[in-house]
C-alpha cells in the first residue's frame, strides 16, 4: 500500500479540525451506524470547551489504496513547540485559509516554519460558502505571504481547492459540483511526494522522536516517524541524546500506529510510517531511537526560546487545603517535571527556597492551559505576575517583540492605536481599511501586552480580535507603567456581609459578593484611584431596638466582577498572587500581613 504524511496547518478557527472530521467520514473510517462526536480530533476536554487544538494528534485514512497518515496541529503560537517538531515527520502540508479573514499571523509563523523545511504547501480556501468571503482576495494574499516568506519556485507555484468544511465539499473550481472532498484526496495522493525513508528500508533502524504520551496499560509511548529500516515487536533498541550520548538500551514490548482514529498494535513498522513504541523508561522528545550498532543521532529541530517565565509556589493561604488535596511542593514539582518532559516549549528550573519554581514558556495562553489542566486535578497553586525574559546580545539587554495583528471596526482604531503606540511602547508597521474594518499591524514588545487582551475588548465593546505571534529580539524600549488604579484588600478573616459590601460600593468595583470566605490581605476589589485601601467586609449593621418603618429593607449588591484565570493572572501587580483552588480562584498580596507588606514596599 502506498503511504503519504500530511499535516494540516491553518490559524486559530479557520477550521482545520472540522476538516479532518469530513476526512474520516468520507474515506469510510466511521461505520455507518457509528457514534462519532463533532471535532472528533479535540479529544481533550479543555479543547472542546475553548474550541481551540492544544495538542498535535494524528489520524489515518485509506484511499484508492494509499493509507494518508493526518496530523492536525495547533494554531496558537504558544503551542508552536508542538508545530515545529510535527512538520519534521510529514512531506506535505494542507494549508486552510478562511477565505473571509485571508492569512493570519499564525498562519504566518506556520507557514514559515513549513516553507523552511521545504515542504511544497497545497492552499485550501474554506467557508467560500461565508456571505463575507472573498477567495480570489484571501488567494492572492497566500501568494504574496509566500512570496514574503522567500518560497522557493516550486512552494510559488502552489495547487489551490475552494472547500467548505463544515458542508464537506472541495473542488478545484469555484463554481464546482460541491459534492465531496474527493478533489482534495486525489490533490494529496497526487502532489505530496511518497516518504523518502521508503528507499531506506535495508539500512538499520532509526526513528526521532516528536510527541511523548502514555496508555494507561501500555506505560510511555513515544510517536515519530520511522526514518531508516524496520522494527519487529520484542527487539532491543537504544536512545541516544542530540548530543549522541545513550540514554538507555530497552526491548520494544509494543508497536502502535494510528488506524483512523485509534491506535492498533502492529507486528512491524517500515520506515516511512509514523509509529509509537512503548518499553522505554527514560527516552523523551528530541531523542533518536535506534538499532544498537548506530552511533550518530538525528537532527531534531530547534526549538524557539520561551519569552516569558511564571512563578507556581505552595498555596500559603488561611484558605489553603479546603479544595485541593495536591498542596505539598514536592507534588507540584513531580507534575511541572512531568509537563516540561513532554513538552520541549517550556523549561523549569527552582527557585532558592524550594517552595516555588520558575515555569519559562511561550505565552501566557500556554501558561494558562497548564495551570487549568492542573486545577483540574486537584492542586492548589499560588501564581505570580507573568515576568518577561530578556537577553544580552553586545553586550546589550534586549527584550522579545511580538508581532500584534488587530482586526476592528472603524470607530475604534484610533483609540487602539493610541494605546498600542503610547504607554505600551509599540511601532506601527501597517494600517489597511476595508469595507468598515482596519486591519492594523504593529510590532509591541511583550511586556506591553501581559494583561492587555481585557483592556482591548473593553475599548472594541467585544467587536475586536488580536493576534500575537513571537517576531524578534530588540533592544529594551524603557519602562511600560502598569495597572492605574491601587486595590481593595481585607483587613478580617471570616465571611463577607452584604451590608458591608454596600457601604464600602463607592470605593470602588467588587471582585466578591455576601457570604464568601475572606482573610486578612485578600484582595477583594479594584479602587476608584490609584493607592490600595484596607477595608473591612465583615462589618454587620449595629442592631438597636428601635424600629422605623422602610429602614430594613434588603440591600441590593452591584453584581461582582469575576475574572477568567488569565484575566486574573494578567490583573496582578509584581506585588500580588493569583490564589488558584479546583473550586477557587482569589486574588491576594504576596505578604498577607499589612506591618509586613509596608517593610518590604519601604526596602524594595
Known amino acids: 500500500m502506498d503511504l503519504r504524511n500530511i499535516a494540516i496547518i491553518a490559524h486559530v478557527d479557520h477550521g482545520k479540525t472540522t476538516l479532518v472530521d469530513e476526512l474520516l467520514k468520507q474515506s469510510g473510517t466511521y461505520r455507518e451506524n457509528q457514534a462519532t462526536t463533532e471535532r472528533a480530533m479535540d479529544s481533550n476536554d479543555l479543547e472542546r470547551e475553548r474550541g481551540i487544538t492544544i495538542l498535535a494528534k494524528a489520524t489515518s485514512v485509506e484511499w484508492n489504496n494509499t493509507r494518508i497518515n493526518i496530523v492536525d496541529t495547533p494554531g496558537h503560537a504558544d503551542f508552536g513547540g508542538e508545530v515545529e517538531r510535527i512538520l519534521s515527520m510529514v512531506d506535505g502540508v494542507v494549508l ?198 548506530v552511533d550518530t543521532p538525528l537532527d531534531a529541530q530547534p526549538i524557539d526560546p520561551p519569552t516569558i517565565t511564571v512563578t507556581f509556589g505552595i498555596n500559603d493561604s488561611p484558605l489553603s487545603g479546603r479544595d485541593g488535596k495536591k498542596v505539598q511542593s514536592r507534588v507540584i514539582r513531580e507534575r511541572l517535571m512531568k509537563e516540561a518532559e513532554s513538552n520541549v516549549a517550556i523549561r523549569i528550573t527552582d527557585t532558592p527556597g524550594g517552595e516555588a519554581f520558575e515555569v519559562a514558556g511561550r505565552g501566557e495562553l500556554q501558561m494558562g492551559v497548564l495551570i487549568e489542566n492542573m486545577r483540574r486535578e486537584g492542586f492548589e497553586l499560588s501564581i505570580s505576575r507573568p515576568q518577561v525574559l530578556f537577553q544580552e546580545i553586545d553586550g546589550q539587554r534586549h527584550e522579545p517583540i511580538e508581532e500584534v495583528t488587530i482586526d476592528v471596526d472603524d470607530e475604534y482604531s484610533g483609540s487602539v492605536i493610541e494605546k498600542i503606540t503610547g504607554a505600551r511602547k509599540g511601532e506601527l508597521v501597517e494600517m489597511k481599511q476595508n469595507s468598515g474594518k482596519t486591519r492594523i499591524i504593529a510590532h509591541v514588545p511583550s511586556r506591553g501586552l501581559i494583561g492587555y487582551h481585557g483592556e482591548f475588548l473593553t475599548d472594541t465593546r467585544g467587536t475586536g480580535v488580536l493576534n500575537r505571534v513571537f517576531h524578534d529580539w530588540a533592544p529594551h524600549k524603557g519602562p511600560i507603567p502598569g495597572r492605574r488604579a491601587g486595590v ?28 464568601e470566605d475572606v482573610y486578612q490581605g485578600m484582595i477583594i476589589g479594584e479602587h476608584s484611584r490609584e493607592n490600595d485601601l484596607e477595608v473591612n467586609p465583615l462589618k454587620g449593621k449595629k442592631l438597636t431596638n428601635v424600629r422605623a418603618s422602610g429602614t430594613d429593607e434588603n440591600v441590593r449588591l452591584t453584581t461582582p466582577v469575576k475574572m477568567s484565570l488569565e484575566e486574573a493572572i494578567a490583573y496582578i501587580d509584581d506585588d500580588e498572587l493569583v490564589e488558584v483552588t479546583p473550586n477557587a480562584i482569589r486574588l491576594r498580596k504576596r505578604y498577607l500581613d499589612p506591618h509586613e507588606r509596608k517593610r518590604q514596599a519601604r526596602a524594595s
Not at 485550501?124 to 514574503?148: G, Q, S, W
Not at 459540483?177 to 521508503?198: T, Y
Not at 502502535?256 to 509509529?275: K, T
Open 96 to 293: 486552510l485559509v478562511d477565505a473571509a479573514e485571508g492569512p493570519m499571523p499564525q498562519t504566518k509563523f506556520v507557514t514559515s516554519k513549513a516553507l523552511a523545511l521545504g515542504l511544497r504547501p497545497i492552499v485550501v480556501l474554506n467557508k467560500v460558502d461565508k456571505p463575507d468571503a472573498e477567495p480570489d482576495r484571501a488567494l492572492d494574499e497566500v501568494f504574496d505571504l509566500f512570496a514574503n516568506l522567500d518560497a522557493n519556485e516550486e512552494q510559488l507555484d502552489f495547487p489551490a481547492l475552494y472547500a467548505s468544511g463544515r458542508n464537506g465539499w472541495c473542488d478545484a473550481e469555484l463554481d464546482g459540483p460541491r459534492k465531496d472532498l474527493s478533489a482534495l484526496f486525489d490533490l494529496v495522493v497526487d502532489h505530496v511526494p511518497a516518504p523518502a525513508q521508503i528507499q531506506r528500508q535495508a539500512e538499520p533502524f532509526t526513528m526521532l522522536v516528536t510527541t511523548l504520551g502514555s496508555d494507561p496499560f501500555i506505560g510511555r509511548l513515544l510517536t515519530g516517524r520511522v526514518e531508516s529500516g524496520t522494527l519487529k515487536t520484542g527487539e532491543t533498541v537504544k536512545a541516544l541524546s542530540r548530543e549522541g550520548d545513550k540514554i538507555e538500551q530497552f526491548r520494544v514490548t509494543k508497536i502502535m500506529a494510528f488506524r483512523g482514529l485509534a491506535q492498533s498494535p502492529i507486528d512491524v513498522a517500515e520506515a516511512g510510517d509514523i509509529v509509537s513504541l512503548a518499553g522505554m523508561t527514560k527516552a523523551t522528545v528530541a531523542d533518536t531511537i535506534c538499532a544498537p550498532e
Open 488 to 515: 481593595l484588600i481585607s483587613m478580617e478573616n471570616g465571611v463577607s456581609v452584604a451590608y458591608a459590601i454596600f457601604n464600602l460600593e463607592d470605593r470602588g468595583k467588587f471582585f466578591i459578593g455576601a457570604q
